[in-house]
């Protein structure tokens, strides 16, 4: 099973090049961020009509996410337990062929110091006590998606020009990092060890022709799971495309 991972900035918007891209890399399960969409406008027609089921969680002009599927989707949860209508849409889990897939669109967090930090701060919080309280680490379980954080040196093209910023602050990369201590294995880092790949570059500056980008889209998997994936890359063809997202899909593949 192939399970791709992207943040395509406005579905409505990146349609074509989706479809596109998914003649060409033929993923079974595409989790999406950023959609920018609310549920009644989402092109659900479209999708389906290209072989795929849909789960989506949308919201107008900046959240929202969605899961789509060539297998069937069984018990979707959208949000965390007690959020209410006025909380982002960022996250969206189902049970696809017998694995658990969370899929997020973690917070930004704008600026260093400011109450839209904390609310990130404590989103990942929330994260984690959503792993504690309804997963097992022995199950087949799968949380992807646009973290927002680069998680390790290796995660930025120069730790100098980004130590002590926004995605790479010792405060957030610990948040981070106690998420991933619930049990998670990176797919990246387990299938391509210190290779350095970045899957989002900067619209300013000339950040993608100079390759100055940041990796802070992943895939990570319970330890039982990690066992049966057998790739995980970063897909950059869709970065060069005319007003490209600024992410790149990340594809792991599974023996399911």
């Not at 049970?95 to 600026?111: A, F, K, L, M």
């Not at 890359?233 to 869709?238: A, E, F, L, P, Q």
Request: proline share 4%; charged share 25%.
């Amino acid at each position: 099973m192939k399970i791709a991972t992207w943040n395509v900035n406005s579905i409505n918007v990146r349609l074509p090049q989706m479809f596109d891209w998914i003649d060409r890399a033929e993923p079974d399960v595409i989790c999406l961020q950023e959609t920018k969409c609310v549920d009644e406008n989402f092109p659900r027609q479209q999708i389906e009509d290209a072989g795929y089921q849909t789960a989506f969680f949308g919201q107008k002009s900046y959240n929202g996410v969605a899961i789509l599927s060539k297998y069937p989707i069984g018990d979707v949860q959208k949000g965390f337990a007690g959020d209410d209508d006025e909380s982002p849409k960022r996250l969206i889990a189902a049970t696809i062929n017998g694995v658990r897939i969370v899929n997020t669109y973690i917070p930004n967090g704008t600026e260093l110091g400011t109450d839209k930090f904390t609310f990130k701060l404590n989103w990942l919080q929330n994260l984690r006590k959503f792993f504690d309280e309804d997963y097992q680490a022995d199950g087949k379980v799968l949380l992807c998606g646009d973290f927002n954080v680069a998680m390790e040196e290796l995660d930025v093209w120069s730790v100098p020009a980004w130590e002590g910023k926004l995605h790479f602050t010792k405060t957030e990369r610990a948040a981070m990092h106690y998420v991933k201590q619930w049990g998670f294995v990176d797919a990246f880092r387990q299938i391509n060890g210190d290779k350095q790949e970045f899957s989002w570059w900067n619209y300013r500056e000339g950040a993608w022709q100079r390759d100055r980008g940041l990796r802070i889209d992943y895939i990570w998997t319970s330890p039982s799971l990690s066992k049966s994936c057998t790739s995980c890359v970063i897909d950059r063809s869709t970065r060069s495309l005319e007003k490209p997202s600024d992410h790149a899909p990340v594809i792991a593949e599974f023996n399911i």
